[in-house]
């Protein structure tokens, strides 16, 4: 029993005729949708097949990709959905790029802004590689060519890595890029996309020139914050403030359709500077008890750095020295970051720090780990070998917060 | 006037949907059903409603004008990050679901072996996640009622949605309490012919579902949608808490639309109602004495007018009522009310006023005038929902989805929702069940009441008459709990039926069941008898601190040797005979008293 998912049916089922609307199939059991609206699983040697007809094929809707009249902003798809549709016929859920679904849900924005809509890729978050950052950053440097500011929809599971990396390689922004997702998906009313794109949307039409990210700043509807990409990272695997400015606050908030400014950043310049070379040939290790020196320098192999996230600040077990010393030998970088959840590295308070160092270890500071590692990749692709520790001690993108103070999150 | 040929289709038909909330804890969370009323935080947010390739024109106007509306919910300690829409649904709670197929068993409908989760969306706040979860368990299936057989279309389990707390027009508070507590939804065909017996099945179908001993016992914990049909359409009356006013929901709703239709034949018969323009009226009358057409324009609003053909005398006179149901649609926009000429002269608008808004308005004698009081974006909300209203009314169409009051009426809610505004619960792989657990319920699932009743008379040795208290209040759980801990059904049975009823009465205080449990069991423990348990419960239903009480001496027996020294005092001071001997004893002492005991030493020494 093979049919085209809406395809209505006749069936008898338990002695009754019933008009359904076919869904799916897994394995023996067919799920059918109930006129009632319901989906219903059944074994498949249970029906009875006494009608069926094809799904009438609808017209796709045109998409409409440019709209409103106001500050220019350019929309970067890279997850693909930034709206979803439902048809409720067959269960099926669409998502589309069609700016107008937005801009319904808050008129006053066509008015405020003239937004335009390039779809890039269509991927999740998980499988973003360096390659696509190199891609991205050519059509960020297009658009923001073209536009007061540039928001980018992104996934939220690599979303950090992606403004880290794009923030590294971008020297000079003319206006701010903004990357926004969402943690419940637009299909559901709940959703918050619709919130995170209208603060997405205001603060790019600010003068920040970094590279940022828009989120849910606590689980209310009522407050958006812009994080700077270098310090946010995602605390939390399904609330719609996962995102968090690390040891510091963030950049802005959008509440009450205003933005306001929280802490330093800085400003547009008047032109866009972009090095997009990165090195890929970088491993990042987890330090546990447990973990062999065999397993170092394997994961090292082939490698031109490994960023280690030693404990606390940023030790691993006396037993692997061997191992960072003849890595460390073969000319291979080893950057010590931390696995606790924010804090500094310092390879100077105990014994087994000092020998670190003494082998050659480069201290990634107060750096987010996987900050260390899209940094890395940029030092490594752009610089000389040389120049590599002083650059990474470097506060080149307020990736490194120089004073950390007790009030601030982390 | 105009008859409304209705012989055809004149026979009333009623169909019911009972819900029934699961004291099994939540259905897609860790949290218990049950919690205090502390609130712990709140939050709020918007609910945007997704995009719907058909559209429905009333419910997207709905839509349309909710899109500013916040929600505000409050955090209680029964809510975690599932109702707070912080986190994807747990794996379903095996408990509720296999109490909605022992029910589904017991009422004889088909099982499913599969339970596909679907999401019903729904925007008024309700639900923090903008739909409700909630799946089709069992197809088809029938109660009897002495010779009459009512069938069943399908029973469901779904989440309970978010208490409403407060509401106005651009906030409303929801507590999370409710939300996620399972409900089994049972729905009948529109087999049922008059309201008693819509009202005999309604009990049937609960009292079956308590033998599970699985339904919760809160005051709105069993609630009943009922379908009515008399010729114009059906018309669905939501959340009717009490049995009893089932029967008079139905009895209002027949005589509303009676009257409406009454109503509206004469409407007809005048020639109809033709669409309505509402007209700036505020300078011509902003010099009006009334209280509602001074404070309307002070605070903003414009006051319009117009001209309701052919509804003058039916808007509200006698038993018509027409006027209530264009207000009942307005209310929906959050427009407030109008005044109408059936009420006019009156709220402080002279007859020479309405005389003058009749005349400016070109007013026949049949017409009916309206002043109503909005900001002027209202205006075409209004305007369309009037027109709206009165033309689906004039259809003799009455089809829509009713509040049910407390008193026994009703409210209109809003349009009958179509059937598609579900999809599928992508968070929540199809459920399969696996055939020997199916067998094993089966075969357990009560076919009838009274055969519940007779094995469970048999099992536990107590009278038909408590067996069949303890089942219809749903304590059975309960009641099986206790004799495990305490080992004299009969005792319990006395104790929950009578002892503490009377006991609360008497203090005007309820004792809850996990005090109950903790205090049988430490009594139990400490091997005291009856009495003492007894003692126990009067002093903590009183008001005592359930510790204290446990460990305190006022309930331990007096030992023998401890009678013996009171009876020989009594004995020394005479006047102690057989009869009084216990009574007097127990005068001496506050701490529980063999009677046995007092009678052996007495009689022995």
Same mark, same amino acid.
Not at chain 2, 529 to 558: F, W
């Given at each position: 029993m093979d049919f085209t998912r809406g395809t209505k049916l006749k069936i008898t089922y338990n002695g009754n005729v019933m008009d359904v609307t076919y869904i799916s199939k897994d394995e023996d059991f067919l799920t059918v949708k109930l006129q009632n609206g319901y989906n219903i699983t059944i074994p498949e040697n249970k029906v009875n097949v006494l009608d069926s007809s094809e799904p009438q094929n609808v017209t796709k809707k045109s998409i409409i990709l440019k709209h409103g009249n106001g500050i220019p902003i350019s929309l970067i798809t890279t997850g693909g959905t930034i709206v979803s549709a439902i048809d409720y016929e067959t269960g099926a859920v669409h998502p589309s790029t069609d700016i107008r679904k937005i801009v319904d849900r808050y008129p006053y924005m066509e008015e405020k802004y003239a937004i335009s809509v390039r779809e890039f890729d269509n991927i999740l978050s998980e499988n973003m590689q360096p390659e696509m950052w190199i891609k991205l950053s050519a059509v960020l440097k297009e658009e923001l060519s073209k536009s007061n500011g540039v928001v980018v929809s992104h996934g939220t599971d690599t979303m950090s890595y992606t403004a880290s990396a794009l923030a590294f390689m971008f020297e000079k922004l003319s206006g701010p890029a903004v990357m926004v997702g969402s943690q419940r998906s637009s299909d559901r009313p709940s959703s918050d996309s619709f919130g995170n794109m209208e603060g997405a949307m205001a603060f790019s039409s600010t003068n920040?020139?970094?590279?940022? =990210?828009?989120?849910?700043?606590?689980?209310?509807?009522?407050?958006?914050?812009?994080?700077?990409?270098?310090?946010?990272?995602?605390?939390?695997?399904?609330?719609?403030?996962?995102?968090?400015? #690390?040891?510091?606050?963030?950049?802005?908030?959008?509440?009450?359709?205003? #933005?306001?400014?929280?802490?330093? *950043?800085?400003?547009?310049?008047?032109?866009?500077?972009?090095?997009?070379?990165?090195?890929?040939? =970088?491993?990042?290790? *987890?330090?546990?008890?447990?973990?062999?020196?065999?397993?170092?320098?394997?994961l090292s192999e082939g490698k031109r750095? =490994? =960023?280690?996230?030693?404990?606390?600040?940023?030790?691993?077990?006396?037993?692997?020295?061997?191992? #960072?010393?003849?890595? %460390?030998?073969?000319?291979?970088? %080893? %950057?010590?970051?931390?696995?606790?959840?924010?804090?500094?590295?310092?390879?100077?308070v105990y014994s087994t720090g000092r020998e670190l160092k003494k082998i050659g270890v480069v201290s990634a500071e107060n750096m987010l780990p996987e900050v260390a590692l899209t940094k890395t990749m940029y030092l490594l692709g752009n610089y000389a070998d040389e120049d590599f520790e002083s650059m990474m001690k470097m506060n080149m993108r307020g990736e490194i917060i120089e004073r950390e103070f007790l009030g601030d999150c982390y | 006037?105009?008859?409304?040929?209705?012989?055809?289709?004149?026979?009333?038909?009623?169909?019911?949907?009972?819900?029934?909330?699961?004291?099994?804890?939540?259905?897609?969370?860790?949290?218990?059903?049950?919690?205090?009323?502390? /609130?712990?935080?709140?939050?709020?947010?918007?609910?945007?409603?997704?995009?719907?390739?058909?559209?429905?024109?009333?419910?997207?106007?709905?839509?349309?004008? +909710?899109?500013?509306?916040l929600y505000e919910y409050q955090i209680t300690d029964n809510s975690c990050l599932v109702e707070a829409d912080e986190e994807p649904p747990h794996e379903i709670n095996a408990d509720a679901l296999e109490t909605a197929l022992s029910i589904a068993f017991s009422l004889n409908s088909d099982v499913l072996s599969a339970v596909s989760v679907m999401r019903k969306v729904v925007v008024d706040g309700s639900n923090t996640s903008g739909f409700q979860r909630t799946a089709v368990v069992s197809t088809g299936g029938y109660i009897k009622l002495k010779d009459r057989k009512i069938g069943l279309t399908t029973i469901c389990i779904e989440e309970d949605s978010a208490r409403r707390v407060e509401s106005s027009n651009d906030y409303t508070i929801f507590s999370l309490d409710r939300l996620g507590i399972p409900l089994v939804e049972i729905s009948t065909s529109p087999d049922i012919e008059t309201f008693q017996e819509a009202v005999e099945v309604a009990r049937e179908i609960g009292l079956r579902a308590m033998l599970t001993g699985n339904i919760r016992r809160d005051s709105d914990a069993i609630r009943q949608d009922v379908n009515f049909s008399m010729g114009y359409g059906r018309v669905e009356i939501k959340g009717i808490s009490k049995l009893s006013l089932i029967s008079e929901a139905l009895v209002a709703e027949e005589n509303r639309q009676k009257y409406l239709a009454e109503a509206i034949g004469i409407l007809l018969e005048r020639g109809g109602f033709n669409a309505t323009t509402l007209v700036d009226y505020t300078e011509k009358i902003e010099k009006s004495e009334s209280k509602i057409i001074q404070k309307g324009i002070a605070s903003g609003?414009?006051?319009?007018?117009?001209?309701?053909?052919?509804?003058?005398?039916?808007?509200?006179?006698g038993d018509y009522r027409i006027g209530k149901e264009i207000a009942d649609a307005l209310k929906l926009f959050s427009i407030g009310g109008f005044i109408h000429s059936d009420e006019l002269p009156g709220y402080g608008i002279s007859e020479d006023e309405v005389n003058r808004i009749k005349k400016f308005l070109k007013s026949m004698e049949n017409d009916a005038i309206i002043l109503i009081s909005i900001p002027e974006s209202k205006k075409d909300i209004a305007q369309d929902a009037i027109n709206k209203r009165m033309e689906k009314l004039s259809s003799l169409n009455f089809s829509e989805t009713r509040a049910a009051n407390e008193d026994g009426t009703s409210r209109f809610l809003r349009p009958i929702s179509g059937s598609g505004r579900m999809y599928p619960e992508t968070d929540i792989p199809n459920i399969k069940i696996n055939k020997s657990t199916l067998d094993k319920l089966n075969s357990v699932a009560p076919k009838s009441f009274d055969q519940a009743i007779l094995s469970f008379t048999e099992?536990?040795?107590?009278?038909?008459?408590?067996?069949?208290?303890?089942l219809s209040t749903g304590r059975k759980n309960e009641f099986i709990e206790l004799c495990k801990l305490w080992g004299k059904p009969r005792e319990v049975s006395r104790m929950i039926l009578q002892f503490i009823p009377e006991m609360e009465r008497k203090y005007r205080r309820k004792l809850d069941y996990n005090d109950l449990r903790v205090l049988v069991k430490g009594?139990?423990?400490?091997?005291?008898? +009856?009495?003492?348990?007894?003692?126990?419960?009067? +002093?903590?239903?009183?008001?005592? !601190?359930?510790?204290?009480?446990?460990?305190?001496? !006022? /309930?331990?027996?007096?030992?023998?040797?401890?009678?013996?020294?009171?009876?020989?005092?009594?004995?020394?001071?005479?006047?102690?005979?057989?009869?009084?001997?216990?009574?007097?004893?127990?005068?001496?002492?506050?701490?529980?008293? !063999?009677p046995k005991t007092v009678m052996e030493i007495y009689q022995n020494s």
């Open positions: 920040v020139g970094e590279i940022c =990210i828009s989120m849910h700043s606590g689980t209310s509807d009522d407050s958006i914050s812009l994080h700077r990409g270098t310090r946010a990272r995602k605390m939390h695997s399904t609330r719609r403030d996962a995102f968090r400015t #690390v040891s510091g606050k963030p950049i802005a908030k959008f509440k009450n359709k205003n #933005v306001e400014f929280l802490s330093e *950043y800085t400003e547009r310049s008047d032109k866009t500077s972009l090095s997009n070379k990165l090195e890929k040939r =970088i491993s990042m290790i *987890y330090f546990h008890p447990g973990i062999s020196g065999q397993d170092l320098e394997k750095a =490994i =960023i280690i996230m030693g404990t606390g600040l940023g030790h691993i077990s006396q037993t692997l020295f061997p191992s #960072v010393k003849k890595i %460390v030998g073969m000319g291979t970088k %080893v %950057v010590m970051t931390t696995q606790c959840m924010a804090g500094t590295v310092n390879l100077n | 006037m105009i008859v409304i040929n209705n012989e055809n289709n004149k026979k009333i038909k009623i169909g019911l949907e009972i819900h029934l909330q699961l004291s099994t804890g939540k259905l897609f969370c860790k949290c218990p059903d049950i919690g205090s009323s502390e /609130i712990k935080g709140k939050f709020t947010r918007r609910l945007f409603p997704t995009e719907n390739e058909s559209g429905d024109i009333d419910i997207a106007a709905l839509q349309e004008e +909710r899109k500013n509306v609003n414009r006051i319009f007018a117009g001209k309701l053909e052919n509804l003058g005398g039916i808007l509200k006179s099992e536990w040795e107590i009278s038909k008459q408590e067996a069949e208290i303890i009594i139990a423990t400490k091997n005291y008898g +009856r009495i003492s348990l007894e003692i126990a419960i009067e +002093r903590c239903i009183s008001g005592n !601190d359930i510790e204290q009480v446990l460990s305190s001496e !006022d /309930i331990r027996p007096l030992e023998r040797n401890e009678l013996k020294v009171i009876v020989e005092r009594l004995r020394a001071s005479g006047d102690i005979r057989k009869e009084n001997i216990i009574a007097k004893v127990k005068s001496e002492t506050s701490r529980p008293v !063999d």
